[in-house]
């Protein structure tokens, strides 16, 4: 058991290793904080939405920047698309569970806005309608994937596609990656005196 635990970690560590010299992925992130930045400098939002642990990862990163990363600021407009449940289980009963988020981009979503969809695949029905909703309405689309990138790769403007197909390590990297965003963002809008 030590054997695969230790496999486990190995794994991980390497894949993160992999993205020190992954000039397109370290590239694209400096773009997506620079857009973040930038949207709320203009008085916009973050939204984000994913499916089971990517839902989770989408909320846990939506509250580092709605609550407080490492210091005490101001709070920022920032939702994780699923968290009224409500909402989600009626228009999933009344409509479909592909148009959860597409139906709350279109109610809530402004041009100049960011949508971030999470989805190891690249190929969640719901997450790929709230990023074609989202470039409907001008609003600045990023992607957390995994290799290929799947039907998000054609609709995201900015892309994390990370290099694996090992779901539980590609989640691993978008919250590493996510992290790293929202402590950019937290330290460009409210820097340290």
């Not at 990517?54 to 990363?69: C, I």
């Not at 402004?110 to 790929?128: E, Q």
């Not at 990138?149 to 990656?177: V, W």
Request: with cysteine.
């Amino acid at each position: 058991m030590i054997d695969l635990i230790k496999s486990r970690i190995q794994a991980s560590a390497d894949l993160k290793k992999s993205l020190l010299e992954n000039k397109e992925i370290l590239n694209t992130v400096e773009k997506i904080v620079s857009e973040i930045v930038n949207t709320y400098k203009h008085n916009g939002k973050v939204l984000w939405c994913g499916n089971g642990g990517s839902a989770a990862d989408s909320q846990h990163l939506a509250a580092e920047l709605s609550g407080r990363f490492y210091y005490d600021r101001p709070p920022l407009f920032s939702e994780a698309l699923h968290v009224n449940t409500s909402y989600t289980t009626a228009v999933a009963n009344d409509y479909s569970y592909d148009v959860i988020y597409s139906r709350l981009v279109e109610a809530m979503g402004r041009k100049g806005d960011v949508l971030i969809g999470l989805s190891t695949s690249g190929n969640s029905a719901n997450v790929v309608k709230a990023l074609e909703a989202s470039n409907n309405k001008g609003i600045i689309t990023v992607g957390f994937t995994g290799e290929t990138g799947g039907k998000m790769k054609s609709l995201c403007k900015y892309l994390i596609n990370i290099p694996s197909n090992d779901t539980p390590r590609i989640q691993e990297c978008h919250m590493l990656l996510g992290h790293t965003i929202c402590e950019l963002v937290e330290l460009n809008l409210f820097p340290k005196k």
